[in-house]
C-alpha cells in the first residue's frame, strides 16, 4: 500500500518562496516517476513538474526558473523549492507518482498515487 505524504505548504507574499516536501512510503518501485501537479479553484489540473529516479526533472512553462523539483531516493522523497511566488501560484499541490499524463482534475480517483494534498496561498 503506497502513501504519499505533502507538507509545506503554506501562505506567502507575492515574491516569496516556500518549500514543499512529499515522502512516499510502501511499496513504491525505487525508479518510480514523481510528481508535483496543482489545481486552483476552476482551473484544471496542471503539471508542476516530473522527476525521475536519476533525478532529470521537467516543469510546466509557469514554473520554469522559479520552481526547483530535487529528490532523495534513499528516503523516497521529491521537495520543491518554489521561489518568486505569483498570486497565481495559488492552489492545492498534489505530490503524485506512476502517472506519466495529466488528468482534467487532480488527483485522480483511480490512476496513479497521490497525496492528498497542500494548500498554497500567494498574496
Known amino acids: 500500500h503506497v502513501q504519499l505524504v505533502e507538507s509545506g505548504g503554506g501562505a506567502v507574499q507575492a515574491g516569496g518562496s516556500l518549500r514543499l516536501s512529499c515522502t512516499a512510503t510502501?511499496?513504491?518501485?525505487?525508479?518510480?516517476?514523481m510528481y508535483w501537479y496543482r489545481q486552483a479553484p476552476g482551473n484544471e489540473c496542471e503539471l508542476v513538474s516530473k522527476?525521475?529516479?536519476?533525478?532529470?526533472?521537467s516543469y510546466g512553462d509557469s514554473m520554469k526558473g522559479r520552481f526547483t523539483s530535487t529528490r532523495d531516493n534513499a528516503k523516497m522523497t521529491i521537495h520543491l523549492q518554489m521561489n518568486s511566488l505569483r498570486p497565481e501560484d495559488t492552489a492545492v499541490y498534489y505530490c503524485?507518482?506512476?502517472?506519466?499524463?495529466?488528468?482534467?482534475?487532480?488527483?485522480?480517483?483511480?490512476?496513479?498515487?497521490w497525496g492528498r494534498g497542500t494548500q498554497v496561498t500567494v498574496s
Open positions: 510502501g511499496f513504491l518501485p525505487v525508479d518510480a516517476d
Open positions: 522527476t525521475t529516479s536519476s533525478g532529470q526533472t
Open positions: 503524485a507518482a506512476e502517472m506519466g499524463w495529466t488528468p482534467p482534475s487532480c488527483p485522480h480517483p483511480s490512476f496513479g498515487y
